[in-house]
Nanobody, 120 residues
Framework: QVQLVESGGDLVHPGGSLRLSCAAS????????MGWYRQAPGKERELVAS???????NHADAVRGRFAISRDNAKNTMYLQMNSLKPEDAAVYYC??????????????WGQGTLVTVSS
């Protein structure tokens, strides 16, 4: 299995920046996709940014141009650089990984989440 541990959440003022990290451990060779999601109180979990199967990146409209997903394969770590933060970006941010267990069997794993608060 794979374990995901997020870090970097904090309280930040509007307009500020944060970088979230997601460290993967275990059978990381089974990972075929990774991404960041967020969930604000009373709202559904939504995709923020992800790596496509081809290695390209995808960012939600709400964060495009402000957030950037990246990864360091040598460290098995994924990042989310968040700039120009807005109050509506406040949420628990989750790391997600899609694992290929067998030829036709895929599973998804989640980290425990890291809280981002944007407030003046």
């Amino acid at each position: 299995q794979v374990q995901l541990v997020e870090s970097g959440g904090d309280l930040v003022h509007p307009g500020g920046s944060l970088r979230l990290s997601c460290a993967a451990s275990g059978r990381t060779f089974t990972i075929v996709g990774m991404g960041w999601y967020r969930q604000a109180p009373g709202k559904e979990r939504e995709l923020v940014a992800s790596f496509t199967s081809g290695g390209n990146t995808n960012h939600a409209d709400a964060v495009r141009g402000r957030f950037a997903i990246s990864r360091d394969n040598a460290k098995n770590t994924m990042y989310l650089q968040m700039n120009s933060l807005k109050p509506e970006d406040a949420a628990v941010y989750y790391c997600n990984a899609r694992l290929q267990v067998s030829m036709e069997w895929f599973v998804e794993v989640w980290g425990q989440g890291t809280l981002v608060t944007v407030s003046s």
